[in-house]
């Protein structure tokens, strides 16, 4: 498939401005003069712009399944584009460069009944670490099956780089769908949320929105649960995209003609999705992952024929705007505390060892006892700017499992006050999942709590596992004070999540 750079020559150059990108980066190989013609191509050294045409060169090696219109028609959102503009810069004019890259979702994302070299966010970074060899890359998914994005607003430094360049998510089918108007919309004011939590982060990253079909509206007219193409919240979410001036790329408008109207091989709703129409298969996933390739070959064109400059320094020096929906702020401090994360707040572990009971590349680390009378105390800030005296939610993140657990008593030692309480992890499901345990704490600086394996057990056996603690946003009153809707707190966060 051919991409095409649209950009204008001067006069006397003998180029339409629908010459072939690739023709146009041979010449600049062969003659780099030919693209300082350019107005905004005026690069004092010709070696940065050969480094550049050949970088880009090999980012355009990419055979498309896709037609070029569903790319087009699939980018419903661009803007300026000037966080990916920095972030494609720094590949293309650094000689050895170090990207990360990063995305944030649910199931769909983690891979759900797809192998792992199938999922979109793979075939991205297979793409990239072939075009750059030049760049150290790294790539985190740190999608989570079942997760919406307040979960990610209370614990996105669990996902994601701390050095993170480039940032997409996933959330639209976890999300669901709120008809409502925009100003009173439940999920897009969730959806603010997270990409303010997302662009304020310090590495200031591109972040990109990967939207996807809601429930059920990746189905022909006759299923009796269609949906239709408007449904869900991708244009109520398109609002913040603008407002924010953020990337937005929709699986739903790049294959909705090809499945619905054309049936094209290949591309009908049947062999893009799975058996639920719910969550992408293999035909869907390529789909997803050529419209992240195409933004940042399209990005990389853009660079080439209109350098990074000074303008967009001065994009970047901006600060965010304030939020859309009016108090819609974001924690501004971590809230959620795991693994390597929660070991500062321990105070003492007796009986309690940190081990890793994961394999390389896939750790399972946490406070491990297995005899009764094992002790754990770890402290926490639970004081908050809400209501005085108000409680505040702490929820202490434990592995769950069908065999060998015990039974956990926990309570407030000092300086807080909360209602004790018990943590059974034996569970009769089949699976080892991290669940977390709710309890009220007063506000206090240092609230220490304790976790004491106790004698009682339903598995005949004692072992506990405390993996972290995730905090509440905010006070419960505070909460309570709030329409009934908003109250974006671990309640709303874990709504269907056990998985941490």
Known sequence: MTLLLIIALHSNNNVTCQEPASHIIERALDEPAHLSTLPSCQMPHNHHVKRRSKVVTAMLNYNFTTPEVQLRRGLTYLGSNWRLRRAVHKLLSEPAPELWVGVIGGSITQGHTVQHDEIWFTLLQDWLTAAAPHATLHFRNGAIGGCASPFFVLCMERSVDAQVDILFSEFLLNDGSDDGSISRNLVT???ER???RSLGLDSKPAFVVMHVYPHAGATELSHNEHRPFHWGAEDTDGAVSQYYDIPSLSFRTASYRLAMFKHQPGFTFQE?????MIHPGVN?????????IWLIQQTAIDL???PYSTADEEQAAEPM??????GNEVPTTPLCFATDLFTPLVVSSHGFLYTDEGSPGNPKKGYVATAVGAELRFNVSTSRDGVPGSKVSVHVSYLASYQHMGVASITCVSGCECEPTELDAHITELVSQTYLHPLLATQSEDCLVSVMVVERTSSGEHKVKINGVVMSERTEEEAKSRRPDDRFDLEGAFRNQKTL
């Not at 893009?272 to 639920?276: A, E, P, R, S, W």
């Not at 869907?284 to 992240?292: I, P, Q, T, Y």
């Not at 705007?321 to 009016?326: C, G, I, L, R």
């Open 194 to 196: 997270v990409v303010r």
């Open 304 to 306: 080439l024929s209109r």
């Open 189 to 191: 004011w969730r959806f």
């Open 272 to 276: 893009l999705m799975i058996h639920d």
């Open 321 to 326: 705007p304030d939020p859309m929906m009016a």
């Open 284 to 292: 869907g996933h390529r789909v997803m992952g050529e419209l992240a």
